[in-house]
């Protein structure tokens, strides 16, 4: 049972460079969301998507890009890495119709380093 | 504007000792939900405990309480008998359909956490 998978977990990044975080969850989530967590700090929402087709910004989303276009699969699109970006991202998905209590499923998270 | 506010930044507890994490949030979307999250020093994030906005009574898990004050709009995390292995960052988050763009998605928020130690 895989859960939320993010890859990779690593990765250094050159000023201008650019590159996909992947997200992966095979729990048949509708909602998947992406969150930054610079260090000592909360989570910030990058962006969020309730569905395949469907996405949305949250309170970060400017340097960023996603798509969603399968429930499995949401990726997250970074065009041209500052180093204001350097952080840990994760992804995290939650199955949500009526009930609002429906926990997140978290990945274990990509650190980035933007050099 | 921040939405979920915890304004304790680091606490610290004797073990054995109960302790409180506080949590205020703001939002006019009259069905929302609140979580509590711990997130030990490897990072992963750990659900603690739910609490919807129409539940009359406060949510317990555990040695985890949720006092949960709708009119104050706050809901505190209660700890009892700390151990050891609580210490770790805690994170207040919520789930509502925003203030931005009324009528939109419901989305989840979190604040900024609590940095817990637990004192042998």
């Known amino acids: 049972n895989a859960g939320v998978t993010q890859t990779p977990k690593f990765r250094i990044l050159k000023i201008g460079q650019s590159m996909t975080l992947q997200c992966t969850q095979d729990m048949n989530h509708n909602y998947m969301y992406w969150y930054r967590q610079d260090p000592g700090m909360g989570l910030k929402l990058i962006y969020y998507?309730?569905?395949?087709?469907?996405?949305d910004k949250g309170e970060v989303p400017n340097g960023y890009n996603v798509s969603r276009s399968t429930t499995e699969d949401f990726p997250l699109r970074l065009e041209l890495a500052a180093p204001s970006q350097t952080s840990v991202y994760f992804c995290a998905s939650s199955y949500q119709e009526v009930s609002m209590d429906e926990k997140l499923f978290f990945g274990s998270g990509t650190q980035l380093s933007v050099l | 504007a921040q939405k979920i506010t915890q304004t304790q930044p680091g606490m610290f507890v004797q073990e054995k000792e109960a302790v409180t994490l506080d949590c205020t949030y703001d939002t006019s979307d009259p069905s929302y939900g609140l979580f509590w999250y711990k997130q030990p020093s490897s990072g992963e994030m750990i659900f603690l405990i739910y609490q919807g906005s129409y539940d009359q009574q406060n949510a317990t898990e555990g040695r985890y309480s949720l006092n949960f004050q709708k009119a104050r709009k706050s809901a505190n995390l209660v700890i009892s008998a700390s151990q050891l292995g609580d210490s770790a960052m805690y994170f207040c988050a919520m789930r509502d359909k925003g203030t931005i763009r009324p009528g939109g998605y419901q989305k989840v928020t979190f604040g900024t956490g609590t940095k817990l130690q637990v004192i042998p």
């Open positions: 998507s309730v569905g395949a087709g469907i996405t």
